[in-house]
């Protein structure tokens, strides 16, 4: 199942240095030559004679900055994934689940009433809106299997698995931990203040792909249901941010501040009550958790050093400004704010590597500090966004599906309309 995302991070990670390569040889040459250029408008500097030694140097401290973050990651994955189980087992998924059922009725007409699929594709959402990867995968699996188990075309996506994989890749979450344990492992005053933005932007992303898929498969939008569901979140959602756009900066991160941590503890304590009404063992489960968040954080690491050291060359040849700084002259020639443009190389791996968009985060962190903009507009575009071509893959090959009909342009359409969102609630939050 990982092998389409193993074969994305071997043309990526080997692209970013036979690139920076390219780009070093240009710059070396350039230096030699740089009478001949400067007639072309071009100059080259002592920089650029020494851009070898700069890439050498960037691969030991991308090590180094990997190195720094380790320790509190492992630590905060642990906690959250502590706290996870403790709501997994108090039935938390199953509360979720009952919530949304009605709804989801209504996306998939295709599927017979109380078939298997509905419950395990509740599920495997509930799992991802709370962050459980761990129980989301295989729960999604499932929903793929049972929604094949009816599919008139064996090797052709149906309707229901294709609204089912856009939701999914949309990456809707109530709790981002691992991008809340990256900003704490790098020290910010406060880890969760992207917790808002990040819900905000997934549910955009999430919206964007429902009515994608809805428009191509014809569902009524304007279903009782469906409109009571949508309407009434969106009117809540766009409301509040109206509210937001009214506020001067300081009071915006005031209430993102008091909001976003009060929902994150009302959801610790709604975790333990359900557990313990239960009669289940609270510490137990949040030790048991607590393993495999360091399971989680472990394996982790030795993704976050490969592409914290190929980013770190790409940016140490100039190749990653030369990308940048062509975005950013574009953006400006729209009289569009330039700030959110230093951000975008997590944007652009998201979709096709999650430990990539991770290194690339990190690397924003490390380049520019956590407290900047770049940095928690990164942060928003990690947790606004899933891994779009890896998620398709997996769950399409464990099903034998190769003609996927119009899955990626939906599921991207999704990835758009989440970027997009990210760096506007980030510059009302943030900028």
Known sequence: ??????????????????????????RVVGYYFRDFFLEWGWQFGQADLNVFSAIIDSTFSSAQTSMKIIVPLIAIMALWLGIMKIGEAGGAINILSKVVAPFFRKL???????????????MNFSANMLGLDNAATPLGLKAMNDLQSINKKQDTASDAQIMFLVLNTSGLTIVPVSVMALLAANEAANPSDVFLPILLATYFATLAGLISVSIYQRINLFDKTILAYLGTLTLVILGFIYWLAQLSQDQVGM?????????????????????????????????????????????IIPYLVAMLVAIGVFRASGALDILLEGIRSLVAATGFNTDFVDALPTA??????????????????????????????????????????????????????????????????????????????????FG
């Open 1 to 26: 199942m990982r092998k389409a995302q193993f074969l994305a991070l071997n043309y990526i990670f080997a692209g970013f240095f036979i690139i920076a390569f390219v780009v070093a040889i240009f």
């Open 108 to 122: 998939f007409p295709e599927l017979p009433k109380d078939h298997p699929a509905m419950g395990s594709m509740i």
């Open 255 to 299: 209430v993102s501040s008091f909001v976003g941590n009060s929902i994150l503890f009302a959801i610790i304590i709604g975790f333990i009550w359900l557990a313990v009404s239960k009669k289940e063992n609270v510490y137990n489960r949040f030790i048991e958790g607590a393993k495999e968040g360091f399971d989680v954080a472990i394996k």
């Open 348 to 429: 652009f791996m998201k979709p096709l590597s999650g430990s990539g968009a991770r290194g690339a985060m990190v690397e924003t962190i490390n380049n520019f500090g956590v407290e900047s903009f770049p940095a928690k507009l990164s942060a928003v575009f990690q947790g606004s966004t899933e891994t779009t071509f890896y998620t398709l893959a997996v769950y399409f090959g464990a099903v034998n599906v190769t003609r996927t009909r119009y899955t990626v342009v939906c599921g991207l359409i999704a990835d758009a309309v989440g970027i997009i969102a990210a760096i506007f609630i980030a510059y009302l939050f």
